[in-house]
Each structure stands twice: as C-alpha cells, then as structure tokens.
C-alpha cells in the first residue's frame, strides 16, 4: 500500500490580500511501512499537507492517491487515514478505555470485541495500566499513547502524526520515539511525521523531505540531506545546526557546517569579531560576526579551546567541507 501525492495546490484566498499558497505543487510518494518526516519553517505548509491527505481540506487541484485508488474526492471518514496531533485531542470526560475504543464503537463494533481490541492495542503502547483514568491524570507522553492507540485500533491505511512529541518532555521523547518505530512496524502502512525537531527527524525518518514556501526542496534519507543538500533552503533547515552561510563571491555562496569551521587567530580566512559564547555540552558555539558585510556565523569548538567574546579571529575550514550554491537561485552547485 503506497500513498501518492501528485502535483497538489492549495492556496487560501484572503480578502484585500495577496492569495496564501499553501502547497504550490507538491509529489510525494510513501511507500508501504515507510516513515517520511516532513521538516520545514512555521507556515511552509506541512500541516496543510497532512489535512489534504486526510481530507480535512479540499485541494484546489491534484490528487491523493492511496493504493492506487483516488481519494481526493473521497469524505475524511471514509478514507482510511488517521491523523494524531500535537495536543493528544482526547475526549476529558471519557476514560482511557473509552477514548479508545469510541472510533469502534460508534462504527457499530460489538463492546466485548471493543474491549478486547482496546486492551491489546493498549498493551502495545503500554498503556494497558492506565485503562481506567481519565485524560487530566495523564502526562503529556501519555496522552500522546493513548491517541496513538485510538489511531491504531482502527487498522488505518494511513497514519499521519502532526508533531506528536512536541508537549513531550525530553526523557519521554526518545522513549516515544522507540513507540513510534513500533507502531511503523506493526501497522506496516504509509506514515508522515511532521516535525520541527531536527534529531527526531534525523532519527526516525526513512526519508525527510523539507518544504519550504509550499513546496517540496528535497526528499531524500536524513544522510542523503545531510551530507548533499540541494538548496541553501535544506542547508539552513535540516540538521542539528544550521549551516553558516557566507556572502556570495562571483555568484556562488559557500556553505560550511558549524562542526565544521575552525577558527585561528591569524590566517587568510574571513576576520570575524566573538560575540557571545553558548554552552552545548562538551562543546561550546561560538556566535561570531563578520566583516565587513556583519554575516552571523556559528563555530561549534571543543569546551577549553574558545576565544572569548570580542576576541578577533580567523574562520578557515577544509574545502572537502565546503558546500557551494548559486547566490542567485540557492540550487547546489557543483
Ligand atoms: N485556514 C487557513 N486560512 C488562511 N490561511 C491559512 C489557513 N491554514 C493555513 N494557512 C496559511 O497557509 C500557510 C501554510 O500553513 P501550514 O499550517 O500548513 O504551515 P506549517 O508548515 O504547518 O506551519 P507550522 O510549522 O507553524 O505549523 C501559512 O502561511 C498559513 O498562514
């Protein structure tokens, strides 16, 4: 079972303003039991992408394909996808039990088979001890368990996550995400995770793709992403930093990744002036100013080793390390 988004537009009409185009022709392809993670800046269109697919909102052309079978006229209920949100929307009167099964229930299902259903999708998630509260007297990793589990009971064709962690605490966070590769592996269908957390990206996405401005820039491995990006778009939104980006010297801007700048105190390289120094673990960031154009550049360094603030220094860096693109159209270059 394969999900296919082909050549999707969707674009909100705003009185006395300029149309906002929310998916400016979008392909993508998830293929069966494949996780891709959709990264991007606020409003680059990611939420809009999950409700087309799910058929909360019309597409003003292009269609949603799932198996083959062409959804994009089809009623959301009837579709076969289940969306999961950011706040777990559970009902607060309900008991877990009970929010999980309602899907079922309302569909007609039989309580004793309801129930067993529930306490075996429960059990998955872990979530079987909390069958009997009610949502205010769970954690927020919890809740997101238990709308998990909802989604799941249904047996969806398609399961979308809209930043599922982000009222997640750090602990809980990567405990969630070993959830969510198990729910991936049993369910065995199409996902998208849209997420702004670029280590969950890197750690759970079969394939990231990043939008920006309503379109798609790349879709490829989190490594392919890494390692290559095919527009400063990517360059600057995917990574666990984002990539300095120097000003442009006939034509080409070159890239280089924090980890990756060293900084001398003589040498041939850009003069910058030490603004500020951040902690980051064994390392430290070192945010740093360059003349004469004043471009912010990020220099993460080994603790021990910082210059200090208004310190003058020399960027250099290994040209193997070096990531060029076109000043004019961001597109890498070779
Ligand atoms: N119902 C709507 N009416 C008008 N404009 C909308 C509507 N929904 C979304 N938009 C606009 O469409 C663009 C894409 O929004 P969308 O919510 O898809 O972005 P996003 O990438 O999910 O953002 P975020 O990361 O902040 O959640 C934004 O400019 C947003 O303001």
Redesign the pocket.
């Known amino acids: 079972m394969s999900l296919r988004i082909e050549a999707a537009h969707r674009a909100?009409r705003?009185r006395g303003r300029d149309d906002?185009v929310?998916l400016d022709g979008v392909d993508l392809t998830v293929g069966e039991g494949e996780l891709l993670v959709v990264v991007?800046?606020?409003?680059?269109?990611?939420?809009?992408?999950l409700?087309v697919v799910a058929g909360l909102?019309p597409l003003d052309s292009g269609r949603v394909l799932l198996d083959g079978e062409d959804l994009t006229a089809t009623a959301p209920g009837a579709r076969g996808v289940a969306l999961v949100f950011q706040e777990a929307a559970l009902f607060p009167h309900l008991r877990v039990r009970d929010n999980i099964g309602i899907g079922e229930r309302a569909r007609g299902a039989d309580r004793k088979v309801t129930e067993a259903a529930v306490v075996e999708v429960a059990a998955t998630l872990d979530v079987e001890d909390l069958l009997d509260r009610t949502p205010s007297e769970l954690s927020g990793g919890e809740r997101q368990r238990v709308a998990l589990a909802r989604a799941m009971i249904r047996s969806p064709r398609a399961l979308l996550l809209?930043?599922p962690l982000a009222a997640v605490d750090a602990e809980q966070r990567g405990r969630m995400r070993g959830v969510i590769r198990d729910v991936q592996r049993r369910l065995g269908v199409p996902m998208i995770h849209?997420t702004?957390d670029q280590s969950e990206a890197m750690a759970l996405g079969d394939r990231v793709a990043l939008?920006d401005r309503?379109r798609v820039v790349q879709c490829d491995t989190p490594d392919a992403l890494y390692a290559a990006p095919s527009h400063v778009a990517v360059a600057r939104g995917f990574g666990p930093l984002p990539m300095n980006i120097l000003p442009p010297e006939r034509g080409v801007c070159v890239g280089v990744r924090p980890e990756r700048v060293r900084l001398d105190p003589s040498g041939s390289g850009p003069l910058c002036a030490v603004m500020e120094r951040e902690p980051a673990g064994e390392d430290s960031l070192i945010h740093l100013v360059c003349a004469p154009e004043g471009t912010a550049v990020v220099a993460r360094v080994p603790r021990g080793s910082e210059p200090r603030p208004g310190d003058q220094v020399r960027l250099s860096w290994d040209p193997a390390h070096e990531h060029r693109f076109n000043a004019t159209t961001g597109e890498r270059v070779a």
């Open positions: 909100f705003a906002v929310a991007g800046r606020s409003g680059s269109g990611k939420t809009t992408l409700r909102e809209d930043e849209v702004h939008m309503g």
